[in-house]
């Protein structure tokens, strides 16, 4: 299966910026594809939401709490989602998942949702 591993959190004043960085990797050699990716965010005792999703295509969605300061993009050639956030608050503190629809396999095909196991974003006021 793929395994998506997040990078970049870390503790940051108001009005400052992070960029989150998540990398797909297939361990065992089998083909894969990726149709979209998907950052969420966990904040303390609240369930977990999505923040910010991008198709293969290019084509972006954003939570209305995130537009105009989070920007996602993808690398399609190296697997990687990048979530580049700007402007942060302290209500932005929450751990970060990334997600992936990946679709394994080539004769047989095997669609499935990938997670990652989180990064820690804090945002001190």
């Known amino acids: 299966h793929v395994q998506l591993v997040e990078s970049g959190g870390g503790l940051v004043q108001s009005g400052g910026s992070l960029r989150l960085a998540c990398t797909a990797s297939?361990?065992?050699?089998?083909?894969?594809?990726?149709?979209?990716m998907s950052w969420y965010q966990e904040a303390p005792g609240k369930q977990r939401e999505l923040v910010a999703t991008?198709?293969?295509?290019?084509?972006?969605n954003y939570v209305d709490s995130v537009k105009g300061r989070f920007t996602i993009s993808r690398d399609n050639a190296e697997n990687i989602v990048y979530l580049q956030m700007t402007s942060l608050k302290p209500e932005d503190t929450a751990v970060y998942y990334c997600?992936?629809?990946?679709?394994?396999?080539?004769?047989?095909?095997?669609?499935?949702?990938?997670w990652g196991q989180g990064t820690q974003v804090s945002v001190s006021s």
């Open positions: 991008i198709n293969n295509d290019g084509t972006t």
């Open positions: 297939e361990n065992s050699g089998a083909t894969f594809t990726i149709n979209y």
């Open positions: 997600n992936a629809e990946v679709v394994s396999g080539s004769l047989l095909k095997l669609t499935y949702a990938a």
